[in-house]
Antibody, heavy 121, light 108 residues
Framework: QVTLRESGPALVKPTQTLTLTCTFS??????????VSWIRQPPGKALEWLAR???????YYSTSLKTRLTISKDTSKNQVVLTMTNMDPVDTATYYC?????????????WGQGTMVTVSS | SYELTQPLSVSVALGQTARITCGGN??????VHWYQQKPGQAPVLVIY???NRPSGIPERFSGSNSGNTATLTISRAQAGDEADYYC???????????FGTGTKVTVL
């Protein structure tokens, strides 16, 4: 059974750096074609794709946020980590990680439950 | 950057057919995926690569994609189909993911 679970702080202050961890099971990120992405959703708004890391350690970022984002993986721990610098109240959102199982242009077939992050002083 | 446009809302009578469109420049050349999101829950994949249903998704959900419009069709709509629906593609120029603006489906 494939599962993903996001973890991280529920509250961060403006200008701080957010670090989120996606811990997964049921698949290996070293398998050819496997990828994991981060997606966020501000309250009442649409989904927004943030970043993706591939099995071969290729990394891709949202063009509008790329200067603030870093994605990495620890294959031995089955974890993907996203850091976002210089947090602002507009970054308040539920953050999801999701798996892409086949080819890099495939769908997000399994999602984590999401973790809500509030940015406030 | 690539953009996907969806209607804000679609209403459908119980048992009838709902069609949700997703507009994008030459979207017919891309693989389109559709997600259903109910309040307070994570999105769930309902259609992948234009017209394929994951296991466990009812046959009432179908998809098509041509030209500048992709369409998700919900046949014999049920109360449980009320949700937000998002289309999604990968932008080949940036290798980034792109989500549509989202459509709220109401079953009357």
């Amino acid at each position: 059974q494939v599962t993903l679970r996001e973890s991280g702080p529920a509250l961060v202050k403006p200008t701080q750096t957010l670090t989120l961890t996606c811990t997964f099971s049921g698949f290996s990120l070293s398998t050819s074609g496997m990828c994991v992405s981060w997606i966020r959703q501000p309250p009442g708004k649409a989904l927004e794709w943030l970043a993706r890391i591939d099995w071969d350690d290729d990394k891709y970022y949202s063009t509008s946020l790329k200067t603030r984002l870093t994605i990495s993986k620890d294959t031995s721990k089955n974890q993907v980590v996203l850091t976002m610098t210089n947090m602002d109240p507009v970054d308040t959102a539920t953050y999801y990680c999701a798996r892409i199982p086949g080819t890099p242009d495939d769908a997000f077939d399994i999602w984590g439950q999401g973790t809500m992050v509030t940015v406030s002083s | 950057s690539y953009e996907l446009t969806q209607p804000l809302s679609v209403s459908v009578a119980l048992g009838q057919t709902a069609r949700i469109t997703c507009g994008g420049n030459n979207i017919g050349s891309k693989n389109v995926h559709w997600y259903q999101q109910k309040p307070g829950q994570a999105p769930v994949l309902v259609i992948y690569r234009d017209s394929n249903r994951p296991s466990g998704i009812p046959e009432r959900f179908s998809g098509s994609n041509s030209g500048n419009t992709a369409t998700l069709t919900i046949s014999r709509a049920q109360a449980g189909d009320e949700a937000d629906y998002y289309c999604q593609v990968w932008d080949s120029s940036t290798a980034g993911g792109v989500f549509g603006t989202g459509t709220k489906v109401t079953v009357l």
